[in-house]
């Protein structure tokens, strides 16, 4: 059974199709093309950004898209810039040396 719309299964399966196929298309330019790895990912940026330009070009004027959403672009841009700094900063390991203690073995 397909997981519901807008469901956290559905979601987390959309982001790990998402992240594999940037993954994807990643790999094959910096093998490609030689770029920079940085290069190559302000061009997927760039990439993710005319993809919501597009969206929501098509969410816009006299026939919009029957689902709802209405783009605001100041808002829509600081929840990408936040999602990307929150994917990219590192997971904090953690330091056994900072760690209370909370018991004896």
Same mark, same amino acid.
């Given at each position: ?28 330019? =910096? ?6 790895? =940085?290069? $190559? ?31 605001? =672009? ?5 929840? $990408?810039?936040?999602? =990307? ?16 203690? $909370?018991?004896?073995?």
């Amino acid at each position: 059974m397909p997981p519901e719309q807008g469901s956290a299964e559905s979601l987390e399966a959309a982001r790990g199709h998402l992240r594999e196929a940037v993954m994807t298309a990643f790999c094959a330019a =910096l093998r490609d093309t030689h770029l920079p790895p =940085l290069a $190559l990912i302000e061009l997927a940026a760039a990439a993710v950004g005319s993809v919501y330009r597009e969206v929501a070009d098509a969410h816009r004027g006299d026939q919009p898209c029957p689902c709802g959403w209405h783009p605001r =672009l100041a808002a829509d841009l600081e929840a $990408l810039q936040a999602a =990307l700094a929150l994917s990219a900063a590192p997971v904090p390991q953690p330091d056994l040396a900072r760690m209370a203690v $909370l018991g004896r073995a």
